[in-house]
């Protein structure tokens, strides 16, 4: 299915060079207050305006919020690439949707750390740690009365 759609409606990508290596999956490993992490980003681009961080789904887009997602979040501040976009394959409809949207790389830090630590922290407690949205559709706004002091306030 996915190969057929992106065949027929599909755009041009073309993988950067970052770090000197392509930069399709380019698995990283980095470490977020003090917790060891290995980071995968589906691909990295550069233009004219430098470099973005491409995430695909297969989903509803009405489920993705590009502005909350953990995952670009922390990709950006790792790679310090601002630029992020999420490209979203429908499978309802055969339709490809583009998400674009920029990070703060000093507020991604942020963010990941004081979620690394919290989830950290509520691992060790054996509290259920916050979750996120990729990993289970209940975080959300509509859906779970922390989302407020979990992701709502953090302002991704």
């Avoid at 590009?66 to 429908?90: K, N, W, Y």
């Avoid at 830090?109 to 004081?114: G, I, Q, R, V």
């Avoid at 407690?125 to 779970?144: A, M, R």
Wanted: aromatic content about 10%; glycine content about 8%.
């Amino acid at each position: 299915f996915l190969r057929q759609l992106w065949v027929g409606t599909g755009p041009k990508l073309h993988p950067a060079m970052y770090d000197g290596q392509p930069g399709v999956e380019l698995e990283t490993n980095c470490t977020i207050a003090g917790i060891p992490f290995k980071v995968i980003p589906d691909l990295i681009e550069k233009d004219d305006d430098g470099y973005r961080l491409l995430d695909f789904k297969v989903s509803n887009p009405d489920y993705q919020d590009i502005h909350r997602s953990i995952q670009l979040t922390i990709e950006a501040a790792i790679f310090e690439i601002p630029r992020v976009t999420l490209l979203i394959c429908d499978k309802r409809y055969s339709t490809l949707h583009w998400m674009n949207s920029t990070r703060d790389i000093e507020g991604a830090w942020k963010f990941a750390e004081k979620l690394t630590t919290t989830v950290a922290e509520g691992i060790s407690k054996g509290v259920f740690p916050l979750t996120s949205p990729e990993l289970n559709n209940l975080c959300s706004k509509k859906f779970c009365p922390h989302w407020a002091g979990c992701l709502g306030s953090m302002g991704f």
